[in-house]
């Protein structure tokens, strides 16, 4: 005969994991800045998945940092909200950096990629509207 503290362990395991079916992620992209601050025009490959399905896959060359080194791309990201996975890559190097949302923020990414490294840095609230 199980003890009472099995049961109880696992009834609250079957009703957080239950709470957790009832809210699906549903995360948003406010907008991205695709930056580099290295010293020569490098290629972006940046894809934003959302609930495992690409939404957006597009290249972006960035020019050098004294040239005026940024990309926004607030109009062109995909619009659905969920688990949202966004990736980029630097064209002929082995760089590259993933990043997963998957909470009920808005997020705003700053995607870096310095002379030998790529970062996304994101800052997430819960209005999308506080990026506009």
Not at 53 to 78: S, W
């Amino acid at each position: 005969m199980p003890s009472r503290r099995s049961v109880l362990t696992a009834g609250t395991l079957v009703a957080l994991s239950g709470c957790a079916a009832l809210s699906p992620a549903s995360a948003r992209l406010a907008g991205v800045r695709l930056t580099n601050t290295g010293s020569a025009t490098r290629t972006f490959e940046f894809t934003v998945t959302v609930d495992s399905e690409t939404m957006y896959e597009e290249t972006h060359t960035v020019r050098a940092a004294e040239d005026g080194a940024t990309v926004e791309l607030d109009d062109t990201l995909p619009d659905r909200q969920g688990k949202i996975t966004i990736a980029t890559a630097i064209a002929g190097t082995d760089i590259s950096e993933e990043t997963t949302f998957d909470d009920n923020n808005c997020y705003d990414v700053i995607v870096e990629y310095t002379a030998d490294n790529v970062v996304h840095w994101q800052s997430g609230r819960s209005d999308c509207d506080a990026f506009q």
